[in-house]
C-alpha cells in the first residue's frame, strides 16, 4: 500500500492501543470454504506492513485449510474508543490474497512468545475435535517433557499469514449516522481512493 495509507492505518492502530481497549489488536478474519460459505472468527493483528496485515495461526486449522484452497480472505476491525463519542468508533476493513510467511519470519517471532503459548502451539491440533479437556492437558503435559530444558522449537504447522490487501476501507463514525466512509482499491500497484455513501 502507498506510504500515507500505511501511515494512516498504523497511526489508528496506535491511538486504538492508548485507547484504552483491552483487545485493540483483535480483527475478525473471514474465509472461504470449499462449499463456498463463509467462515468467521478473530485472530490477532501482529503488525501492519506496506504489503499488509500479518497474523498467526496453525496452517493445518479449518482456516489453514480454507486458505490454501481459497486465498481471498477479508478482515475487520472495530475501535470503539475512537473518533467522535457514541458515534460509532471507527471500522476498518480490509480485504486481499492470504500467503505465508516466510519461515524464518515465524521463527522469528515465534520466539518471542511465552513458553506456555509455545507449548500450546505444539499440543493444540487446533479445530479438530477434542474428545475431553484431561486429553489436551496430556498432550500439554507431553510437550513440556520433550522440550524439557531446551528452547521450543516452532512447530512446522504453526506460522504466520500476510494479507496482500488490495481494499482497505476506513469507516468514521459521526453524530445523526452521517458516517464517513474513505476506500482505497488497489489496481495493479496504484492505490486509488473514493468516498462512498454512509
Ligand atoms: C481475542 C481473540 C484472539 C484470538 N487470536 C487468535 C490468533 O491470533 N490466532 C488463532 O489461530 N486463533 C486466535 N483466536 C481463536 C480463533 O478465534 C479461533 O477460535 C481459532 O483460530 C480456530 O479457528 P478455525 O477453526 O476457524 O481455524 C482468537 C480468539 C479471540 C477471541
Not at 486449522?61 to 486458505?67: D, V
Not at 481471498?72 to 486481499?96: F, N, S, T, Y
Not at 489436551?136 to 524439557?148: L, S
Amino acid at each position: 500500500m502507498n506510504p500515507e495509507l500505511l501511515q494512516l492505518l498504523c497511526g489508528l492502530m496506535e491511538q486504538a492501543r492508548a485507547s484504552g481497549d483491552p483487545e485493540a489488536t483483535a480483527m475478525t478474519l473471514a474465509t472461504v470454504g470449499s462449499d463456498g460459505r463463509p467462515h468467521a472468527r478473530v485472530v490477532l493483528l501482529k503488525s501492519i506492513e506496506t504489503d499488509g496485515p500479518q497474523f498467526y495461526t496453525n496452517y493445518h486449522s479449518a482456516k489453514g485449510e480454507e486458505i490454501r484452497a481459497h486465498a481471498e480472505v477479508a478482515l475487520c476491525l472495530h475501535w470503539k474508543h475512537l473518533g467522535e463519542v457514541r458515534a460509532g468508533g471507527v471500522q476498518v476493513r480490509i480485504e486481499g490474497r492470504a500467503s505465508r510467511l516466510h519461515d524464518d519470519e515465524s521463527d522469528a517471532y515465534f520466539a518471542t512468545r511465552p513458553r506456555g503459548s509455545q507449548i500450546g502451539a505444539w499440543a493444540s491440533l487446533q479445530s479438530q475435535t477434542l474428545p475431553d479437556r484431561s486429553t489436551f492437558d496430556a498432550r500439554v503435559a507431553e510437550y513440556e517433557q520433550r522440550f524439557a530444558d531446551q528452547d521450543v522449537p516452532r512447530p512446522p504447522h504453526w506460522g504466520g499469514y500476510r494479507v496482500l490487501a488490495d481494499m482497505i476501507e476506513v469507516w468514521r463514525g459521526r453524530e445523526f449516522r452521517l458516517h464517513e466512509r474513505r476506500r482505497w482499491e488497489r489496481f495493479a500497484d496504484v492505490w486509488r481512493e473514493r468516498l462512498l455513501y454512509p
